[in-house]
């Protein structure tokens, strides 16, 4: 399980900040990088969000993994817009009798859109890093994202687990049992396991459903219950949301 959960630092100031606040700041903050024409801010931006994130605890392996598929777009979009996104011929070579070319503009609009892709994800991973999911889901529920869509992300956190160790149970008496010793007796195992963990998930929500309509579940949960803002917290996000803006004008 320590590969899925994050133990938070606690006593961090950005952690027990409330996430409503939190939310808010990232929601502006991601306008701001999204809609700058430039290099700076959204440079900026993830360089702040990433030393936050290692001043929360964050291992610098963990944070690699999170930034991993971003970077992997990035670099995508950098040999398209490079190759094929440009007009000003930047250099021209010939691979195996093929002339590639290469345009500067393009480089520099690819390199725009890697700025901004590198910031926004910096200010998810530092909202990610610093609140809990169960938070998260609240400040979207204060929000007014449909209640459908939170009770279903809610329980689908919570039973992850649960089918995770399933899973970790059925996989390892598997293995003990030589189930993935070779190719194709491999593949027959882990359709096995898949197939076990899919009647499983059915069996728990046709169980969970019956419970909590037992229990008098009228789709209400004590999270949906906001405490009033503290104007500590609001006046320091919005003094910083302000001089990032400031410095987005610029």
Not at 16 to 43: H, Q, T
Not at 105 to 122: N, P, T
Not at 183 to 212: C, E, H, P, W
Not at 213 to 238: C, I, N, S, W
Request: glycine letters at 10%.
């Amino acid at each position: 399980m320590r590969t899925i959960i994050h133990h938070q630092d606690a006593t961090h100031l950005l952690t027990r900040l409330d996430a409503r606040v939190k939310l808010l700041c990232a929601l502006a903050l991601l306008v701001m990088v999204l809609s700058y024409r430039g290099l700076a801010f959204p440079l900026l931006v993830a360089l702040l969000g990433t030393g936050l994130c290692l001043g929360l605890g964050v291992r610098v392996r963990l944070l690699l993994a999170r930034f991993a598929q971003p970077l992997f777009i990035v670099a995508m979009v950098l040999l398209l817009k490079l190759f094929t996104g440009g007009h000003d011929p930047l250099f021209s070579c010939t691979v195996a009798g093929l002339e590639i070319t290469g345009y500067g503009d393009g480089l520099r609009e690819g390199m725009q859109i890697a700025a901004r892709i590198v910031g926004a994800v910096s200010v998810v991973s530092l909202v990610g890093f610093s609140t809990t999911f169960t938070e998260t889901m609240a400040a979207l529920a204060w929000l007014r994202v449909p209640r459908g869509l939170i009770e279903v992300a809610l329980f689908a956190w919570r039973y992850l687990f649960v089918l995770y160790e399933d899973a970790m149970v059925v996989y390892h008496a598997q293995r003990n049992r030589l189930g993935y010793a070779g190719y194709r007796r491999g593949l027959s195992s882990f359709g096995t396991l898949t197939g076990a963990l899919v009647i499983k998930a059915f069996d728990n929500s046709q169980t969970i459903t019956t419970a909590m309509v037992q229990r008098g579940y009228d789709g209400t949960m004590p999270l949906m219950r906001h405490k009033p803002f503290r104007l500590a917290e609001v006046a320091a996000a919005l003094l910083v949301v302000a001089g990032l803006g400031v410095l987005w004008r610029i």
